[in-house]
């Protein structure tokens, strides 16, 4: 979990698509009248300058498979910037999208609406991009967050049971924290009907759940042994999943059913 990897060539396309759709709204006359150039301007300046960071990491990092500490350090800082370049394009769209509004409301001489132009075209679009940025980070980057450091490995990846538990490879789980801070989490596994698991001398079918948390510099192991009542030779599935602040690793074990 604490190597997962950003795909800089997606990065890259989709900055590439940002920029043309603001070049696309400089080249609609009605959008282009109710909005301020320099906005767009700013935004396509921060986007060209993204796209040659993002270009120097994607060319370093298939140039070779050696890691430089720099690269490493501009596509860490290329994370939140990128961010920043997602919120000024939804700014931006809600900025033209404020200034036709502005225009509708404002076409008669007189319209009380005529002294809101500010409140209208900056202040609501700054507020909604505001609350939206809150929403994605509570909802989306701090439950992210909470794998930070974590190393989650479940083997093997396939297991051949038999009907004696002994007889079966132990399936193993290991929760790492690397981190900074206690990781709690649950343990959740789904054990097909016909399969059986052991932990310890107790025995668990249906689902196995544990609530519990791993200190910094720790680890968790688990083994488990499984066995099953089939009456013949079949294949069925069983999930694993860690569930923490809202956020889930999941992985699924194929099973063998030897008879």
């Avoid at 498979?65 to 994370?79: G, N, P, Q």
Wanted: hydrophobic residues 45%; charged residues 20%.
């Amino acid at each position: 979990m604490s190597e997962r990897r950003r795909d800089i060539q997606f990065e890259i396309q989709y900055l590439l698509s940002l920029t043309l759709v603001v070049f696309g709204m400089l080249s609609i006359d009605p959008v282009k009248e109710g909005m301020n150039e320099w906005a767009a301007y700013l935004v396509i300046f921060f986007l060209a300058a993204h796209l040659s960071i993002f270009n120097l990491v994607y060319s370093f990092g298939h140039a070779t498979t050696l890691r430089v500490d720099m690269i490493e350090t501009i596509e860490r800082w290329s994370a939140p910037t990128l961010l920043f370049i997602g919120g000024s394009f939804v700014f931006l769209i809600l900025h033209a999208s404020s200034g036709i509004i502005f225009a509708y409301l404002t076409r008669h001489p007189g319209s009380p609406f005529t002294e809101w132009e500010i409140v209208i075209k900056y202040i609501c679009p700054i507020v909604l991009v505001g609350t939206m940025g809150y929403s994605v980070k509570r909802r989306g980057i701090d439950p992210l967050s909470a794998f930070e450091g974590v190393n989650i490995k479940i083997v093997p990846e396939a297991v051949r049971v038999f009907p004696t538990a002994g007889a079966s490879q132990a399936l193993l789980v290991k929760v790492e924290n690397n981190g900074g801070d206690t990781f709690p989490y649950e343990l959740h596994i789904d054990i097909p009907d016909i399969v059986t698991l052991h932990k310890n001398g107790e025995t668990v079918t249906g689902d196995y759940g544990e609530d519990t948390e791993v200190a910094p510099g720790h680890a968790d192991r688990y083994s488990f042994e499984l066995s099953h009542i089939a009456d013949e030779h079949s294949a069925e599935a069983l999930e694993v999943t860690i569930d923490a602040d809202g956020v889930s690793y999941t992985s699924q074990v194929e099973l063998e059913l030897a008879v």
